[in-house]
């Protein structure tokens, strides 16, 4: 089991920063893929970005790249979101998730993750 809380939400104005973090417990954290999410109100749950076990892949959605950071320290099993220019279609509830090293899928997929955190809320005021 791995339990995931995530953190740094918060308002914002329009081309403000944000960083999210989110910290892991349970099993061990470098075991693991994580991914960043999202859900916007009437909207599904749609992938932001994820970052391999060991740092070295990142991937990121189209309407984030350039402007996000994925980033995580494995020794202090924490996951960390930098949002920068951020714009009021950013406002979400921001979930990180855990996705197991072993699986074969690829990274966007929110089945692929077997771990949620209970998200933190984004808000970007025009």
């Known amino acids: 089991q791995v339990h995931l809380v995530e953190s740094g939400g918060g308002l914002v104005q329009a081309g403000g920063s944000l960083r999210l973090s989110c910290a892991a417990s349970?099993?061990?954290?470098?075991?693991?893929?994580m991914g960043w999410f999202r859900q916007a109100p009437g909207k599904e749950r749609e992938f932001v970005t994820t970052?391999?076990?060991?740092?070295?892949?990142?991937v990121y959605a189209d309407s984030v790249k350039g402007r996000f950071t994925i980033s995580r320290d494995n020794a202090k099993s924490t996951v960390f979101l930098q949002m920068n220019s951020l714009k009021p279609e950013d406002t979400a509830v921001y979930y990180c998730?855990?996705?197991?090293?072993?699986?074969?899928?690829?990274?966007?997929?929110?089945?692929?993750?077997?771990?949620w955190g209970q998200g933190t809320q984004v808000t970007v005021s025009s």
């Open positions: 998730a855990a996705r197991s090293i072993y699986s074969s899928g690829s990274y966007s997929p929110m089945k692929e993750y077997e771990y």
């Open positions: 349970g099993r061990t954290f470098s075991r693991y893929d």
């Open positions: 970052i391999s076990w060991n740092g070295a892949i990142t």
